[in-house]
């Protein structure tokens, strides 16, 4: 089986990203949100990455136009119909999910592999909708998708080794490196990356710090990248309450969500795509 076209559901940061990857390394590319304009802010995104490589020196202009060609959008699921292997990276919400998934059993051929870039949803839980779990399989980027190397795979209860092998391939092609994780909710990178969060805004929530110490200690300290705090913001506050939601009702009050992180998502605090989190950021992106 040959992929030369890939659907993506969801044209978010993570969405337009994989597309980004995607296109990058030569696949066609159809991208879909629920509507034109997150389509086209999705859209955009990748223009203006592309730019920017332009402008380092890193590729053509003719070479972006070339790459930019393959790369097309819609708002209807059922133009997904002729892709030959669909990434699903719509928000982080079970009954969404499988809404997605059912759907996208009704208008792709049988052997399409259907694959999500869920951070913490079981996938076994998100195969069980369709008729085909046997090519469902969780594909879980990170964020910048463009930039981090990793694609952690994972494999559903019933998913079979011709998906894996296929979706692991697909992941090198990309230039990513796949590692593989048991499906349990969160995997291995969220449950260990969402807890270290969750953790820092409970730090910040107890008073034990303010928001720029607490990030400054665990970068200075523990020689993180980013601290609990600038991460949470940069992957949206709604995802990181999604997914401790996800392991608190898999394994307990362990995961309980900070109550602060419930609150700033009410307010609509999202981190850096509302412009507001526990940090400012100016416009919305
Ligand atoms: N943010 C991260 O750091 C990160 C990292 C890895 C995986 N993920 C996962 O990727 C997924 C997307 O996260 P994100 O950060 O891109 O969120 P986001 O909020 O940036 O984007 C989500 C997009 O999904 C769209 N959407 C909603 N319903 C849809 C539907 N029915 N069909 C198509 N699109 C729909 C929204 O309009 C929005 O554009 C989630 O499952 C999340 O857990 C996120």
Not at 22 to 38: I, P, Q
Not at 87 to 113: D, G, Q, Y
Not at 179 to 203: C, Q, V, W
Request: net charge neutral.
């Amino acid at each position: 089986m040959e992929i030369k076209k890939i659907g993506i559901v969801g044209a978010g940061q993570m969405g337009s990203g994989i597309a980004e990857v995607a296109v990058g390394s030569g696949f066609d590319v159809l991208m879909r949100d629920v509507t034109m304009e997150a389509v086209q802010k999705g859209r955009m995104r990748i223009v203006t990455d592309f730019d920017k490589r332009v402008q380092k020196g890193k590729m053509t202009t003719s070479e972006k136009e070339e790459i930019l060609q393959k790369l097309s959008t819609t708002i209807k699921l059922e133009d997904l119909g002729k892709c030959d292997f669909i990434i699903e990276a719509a928000v982080e919400n079970i009954p969404l999910k499988w809404e997605i998934f059912k759907k996208l059993n009704e208008v792709t051929p049988r052997e399409t592999i259907l694959a999500s870039n869920t951070s913490s949803i079981s996938i076994t839980r998100i195969a069980s909708i369709t008729q085909r779990p046997d090519r469902v399989i969780g594909m879980h980027f990170f964020n910048p998708a463009p930039v981090m190397k990793l694609i952690e795979i994972i494999r559903g209860l019933v998913t079979s080794d011709e998906t894996f092998r296929i979706t692991r391939e697909l992941s090198l092609k990309m230039g990513k490196t796949p590692l593989e994780a048991s499906d349990f909710p969160g995997f291995i990178s969220s449950r260990l990356i969402f807890s270290f969060m969750n953790e820092g805004i409970y730090t910040l929530y107890e008073g034990l710090g303010k928001a720029e110490d607490i990030d400054a200690i665990m970068k200075m300290g523990a020689n993180h990248p980013m601290g609990p705090l600038e991460l949470a913001d940069l992957v949206g506050l709604d995802t990181v309450l999604s997914v401790m939601s996800v392991l608190q009702e898999a394994f307990g009050d362990k995961y309980r969500p900070c109550p602060l992180l419930t609150k700033y998502v009410e307010a609509g605090y999202l981190g850096v795509k509302t412009g507001r989190g526990f940090y400012s950021y100016g416009e919305k992106r």
